[in-house]
Nanobody
Framework: QVQLVESGGGLVQAGGSLRLSCVAS?????????????MGWFRQAPGKERDFVAT????????YYADSVKGRFTISRDNAKNTVSLQMNSLKPEDTAVYYC???????????????????WGQGTQVTVSS
């Protein structure tokens, strides 16, 4: 089983910053390390569908961002700590949501991961941006 635990959410004023972290534990598959899987961040605002925020491929060489967060959010990973982070700057009230991290189910996928292909999700961390 794989566990993903997010942290770092909270209440912040517009223009502020937060850094979210997602720690992965457990066995990915056949002992494969998490560093060989793409990871992504998604968010869900009240009454809305879950939206893609950011992801990178397994090597971290290619990153993808939603247009709404480009230039403000940065996704990164620390393979030694099995951690994926999301640095969020210049936060806006519309960034308010529960943020989730997720793991790709395919080992070393070379292209961007479709949302339907994430097999494990964290419990989410609340981010609230006040105006």
């Amino acid at each position: 089983q794989v566990q993903l635990v997010e942290s770092g959410g909270g209440l912040v004023q517009a223009g502020g910053s937060l850094r979210l972290s997602c720690v992965a534990s457990g066995r990915a598959a056949s002992g494969r390390t998490f560093s060989n899987y793409a990871m992504g961040w998604f968010r869900q605002a009240p009454g809305k569908e879950r939206d893609f925020v950011a992801t990178f491929n397994w090597s971290g060489g290619d990153t993808y961002y939603a247009d709404s967060v480009k230039g403000r959010f940065t996704i990164s990973r620390d393979n030694a700590k099995n951690t994926v982070s999301l640095q969020m700057n210049s936060l806006k009230p519309e960034d308010t949501a529960v943020y989730y991290c997720a793991k790709d189910k395919v080992w070393r996928r070379s292209v961007r991961t479709p949302e339907s292909e994430y097999d494990y999700w964290g419990q989410g961390t609340q981010v609230t941006v006040s105006s």
